[in-house]
């Protein structure tokens, strides 16, 4: 069974760093694109980042130049470095990723980690 599992979330000042991890667990699969959404209280999920099985990036606008998304494949692993973290930034980031699995193409979440910024 495959399982998505995130960490690295917490509180932290305004302008401070974190990085997000997200493992991905079980057998049979291969990854395709991963991406990192986030949820803020009463709005809806956005994405937040991409990145494909080559290394290209995608960004959501306000997050550019600030956050940076990265995979280690041999690891099974999704990073989202994030500085200069803004209370704007405060919300649930969840992974999900393509996978195929047994060559269907199916797609997966994470349970989400807090990610809290204070002014």
């Not at 209370?87 to 349970?111: H, I, K, M």
């Amino acid at each position: 069974q495959v399982q998505l599992v995130e960490s690295g979330g917490d509180l932290v000042q305004a302008g401070g760093s974190l990085r997000l991890s997200c493992v991905v667990s079980g057998s049979g699969f291969r990854i395709n694109l991963m991406h990192w959404y986030r949820q803020a209280p009463g709005a809806r999920r956005e994405l937040v980042a991409t990145i494909s099985p080559s290394g290209i990036t995608n960004y959501e606008d306000s997050v550019k130049g600030r956050f940076t998304i990265s995979r280690d494949d041999a690891k099974n692993t999704l990073y989202l470095q994030m500085k200069s973290l803004k209370p704007e930034d405060t919300g649930v980031y969840y992974c999900n990723a393509d996978l195929f699995v047994r060559s269907a193409l199916r797609n997966y979440w994470g349970q989400g980690t807090q990610v809290t910024v204070s002014s």
